[in-house]
């Protein structure tokens, strides 16, 4: 029977007991095997002499290792917590839900000097906490900006003091059978793992379980494991051609990675102003890709495909066709990059946008504009309407008595009769801190929630909110 494809994300914490004894005992061999196994292992007969090596490279410091040290400081390692409930019978209490604490794992891979960090969807699904691990050893809380699960991908966010490193970003559309590439992740917690395999398959379409189905992996030879999810796959030359999901159960050296194509696109729909936070530049992307040579490095740019109608772009000289060379100071070469140039901007903003076109550079001017899905009706009064509060933010200093880890909330001045927040028993004076997966510090961050393309499937909506000093959750409904 053909066992399921696994991702490589959480894991129960009981499992490091299982590994530690593992690594102690050696695996198959009982305490006492294992000692007669190691007291009678032999030396060699006599030592090795180096003129026994004199035809043996002494070169240790590889094209790898040079790559390795160059890209390690853009991937971070995930630490994540979420409560499981399950039903146990009590004799005098009949039967209780008991909660259970499950530590998970998994990687991630810098796509923003500011913080912004893409991982798979599964390693963030359904947490509580969320903190990342820095190569220098530094642990920084995150939260969830952006979700898409049917990539199995997921924008996440830590707030740095100084730019982190990121990678560079090559094609999964010229990959090599047999080609070498590297693995590196947070392997069953061990920070920063190492690992390397080859090309095995070019595009394999494979089934997790009757729900989750993935097309166009990546298949390696790469040893990974439980915590590699959402880390990075790069090629020789040190670009990243792919983003380690899944392996296949009961086999070896059988990984799946999804190609950093699909990734770029993606992740710059989740790092979109549009999607973000309601507002649109106009420009809709196009992503090229080409190589000069097999062995030169990738050529990446980023064109207009087109504009949309009545936006901002559509009517300060954009042509479809040009290539975006600039946004803001952010020099660009993927979709990703465009969106970067817009990222942390307010309604109004204007943005410089350097085009070539033909021979010709021109610089041009963006404003950023409310999306027109929702100019017709008050952010505020949509809010109400489908959820039967009225809203106010406030600040970090409101709520990081209860938590410092909290960046601030909205607090309510208003509970209609009868309405959705009624029937979920929030009250005049809660602070509501979040939704779902995500933070509520601002509208927007409502809005988000509240309008997100996949609300059916988690509709009412979980709402974490403070009352008395507490933290305390209730379901939302959230009307059409």
């Given at each position: 029977m053909?066992?399921?494809?696994?991702?490589?994300g959480?894991?129960?914490a009981?499992?490091?007991?299982?590994?530690a004894?593992?690594?102690v005992?050696?695996?198959?061999?009982?305490?006492g095997?294992?000692?007669?196994y190691?007291?009678?292992?032999?030396l060699?007969?006599?030592?090795?002499?180096?003129?026994?090596?004199s035809n043996v490279?002494?070169?240790?410091?590889?094209g790898?290792?040079?790559?390795?040290e160059k890209v390690k400081?853009?991937v971070?390692n995930?630490?994540?917590?979420?409560?499981?409930?399950?039903?146990?019978?009590?004799?005098?209490?009949?039967?209780?839900i008991q909660?259970?604490?499950v530590?998970?794992?998994?990687t991630g891979?810098?796509?923003?000097?500011r913080?912004?960090?893409?991982?798979?969807?599964h390693?963030?699904?359904?947490?509580q906490s969320l903190?990342v691990?820095?190569v220098?050893?530094?642990?920084?809380?995150?939260?969830?900006l952006?979700t898409d699960?049917k990539?199995?991908?997921?924008?996440?966010?830590?707030d740095?003091?100084?730019?982190?490193?990121?990678?560079?970003l090559g094609t999964a559309?010229d990959?090599?059978?047999?080609e070498?590439?590297i693995a590196?992740?947070?392997?069953?917690?061990y920070?920063?793992?190492?690992?390397i395999?080859?090309?095995?398959?070019?595009?394999?379409d494979?089934?997790?379980?009757?729900?989750?189905s993935y097309?166009?992996?990546?298949q390696?030879t790469?040893?990974?494991?439980?915590?590699n999810?959402?880390?990075?796959l790069?090629?020789?030359?040190g670009?990243?051609?792919?983003?380690?999901?899944?392996?296949?159960a009961g086999a070896q050296?059988i990984?799946?990675a999804i190609p950093v194509?699909?990734m770029?696109?993606?992740?710059?729909?989740?790092?979109?102003s549009?999607?973000?936070?309601g507002?649109?530049h106009g420009?809709?992307l196009?992503?090229?890709v080409?190589r000069?040579?097999e062995e030169s490095?990738?050529r990446?740019v980023?064109?207009?495909d087109?504009?949309?109608?009545n936006?901002?772009?559509a009517?300060?000289?954009?042509?479809?066709?040009?290539?975006?060379?600039?946004?803001?100071?952010?020099?660009?070469?993927t979709?990703?990059?465009?969106?970067?140039g817009?990222?942390?901007?307010?309604?109004g903003?204007?943005v410089?946008?350097?085009?070539?076109?033909?021979?010709?550079?021109?610089?041009?001017?963006?404003?950023?504009?409310s999306d027109?899905?929702r100019?017709?009706?008050?952010?505020?009064?949509?809010?109400?309407?489908?959820?039967?509060?009225?809203?106010?933010?406030v600040g970090?200093e409101?709520v990081?008595?209860?938590d410092?880890?909290?960046?601030?909330?909205?607090?309510?001045v208003?509970?209609g009769v009868?309405?959705?927040?009624?029937?979920?028993?929030?009250?005049?004076?809660?602070?509501?801190i979040?939704?779902h997966?995500?933070?509520?510090?601002?509208?927007?961050?409502v809005?988000f929630a509240i309008?997100h393309k996949?609300?059916?499937?988690?509709?009412?909506?979980k709402t974490f909110f403070?009352?008395?000093?507490?933290v305390?959750?209730?379901q939302l409904?959230i009307?059409?």
């Open positions: 053909t066992q399921p494809a696994l991702p490589v959480r894991y129960p009981s499992l490091f007991a299982n590994i004894q593992k690594l005992l050696g695996v198959g061999l009982t305490a095997a294992a000692a007669g190691f007291a009678t292992a032999q060699p007969a006599s030592p090795t002499r180096a003129a026994d090596l490279s002494s070169k240790r410091r590889d790898l290792v040079d790559i390795v400081a853009a971070v995930i630490h994540s917590e979420r409560t499981l409930t399950h039903n146990v019978d009590d004799p005098l209490r009949g039967s209780l909660p259970q604490r530590k998970g794992m998994g891979i810098v796509l923003d000097p913080g912004y960090i893409v991982t798979n969807f390693v963030i699904d359904e947490i903190r691990g820095l220098d050893g530094r642990q920084l809380s995150a939260r969830i952006a699960k990539a199995d991908l997921a924008l996440i966010k830590i740095v003091t100084s730019p982190l490193p990121t990678v560079p559309t990959l090599l059978d047999a070498q590439v590196i992740g947070n392997a069953f917690g920070e920063h793992t190492v690992s395999g080859n090309i095995a398959f070019k595009s394999r494979v089934s997790l379980n009757k729900e989750i097309q166009g992996l990546i390696t790469a040893p990974i494991n439980p915590g999810s959402g880390g990075p790069f090629n020789k030359k670009e990243l051609v792919g983003v380690n999901v899944a392996i296949r050296n990984a799946f194509d699909t770029i696109e993606r992740a710059a729909d989740m790092l979109s549009r999607k973000r936070a507002l649109r420009l809709i196009k992503d090229k080409d000069l040579t490095p990738v990446r980023v064109a207009i087109r504009l949309e109608a936006s901002s772009a009517s300060s000289g954009f042509l479809a066709g040009d290539v975006i060379e600039r946004v803001g100071d952010i020099e660009t070469r979709s990703i990059d465009v969106e970067r817009f990222l942390e901007r307010v309604a903003s204007k410089s946008v350097t085009v070539r076109r033909a021979a010709e550079t021109i610089e041009l001017h963006v404003v950023l504009q027109e899905t100019a017709s009706v008050v952010p505020g009064d949509a809010i109400s309407r489908r959820t039967g509060l009225k809203m106010l933010p970090r409101i990081s008595k209860v410092a880890q909290l960046r601030g909330g909205m607090s309510i208003e509970v009868g309405t959705q927040a009624a029937k979920a028993g929030l009250q005049k004076g809660d602070v509501i979040g939704f997966q995500w933070e509520a510090v601002n509208i927007d961050n809005l309008n996949d609300l059916a499937t988690f509709n009412p909506i403070l009352r008395d000093g507490k305390r959750e209730t409904g009307a059409e």
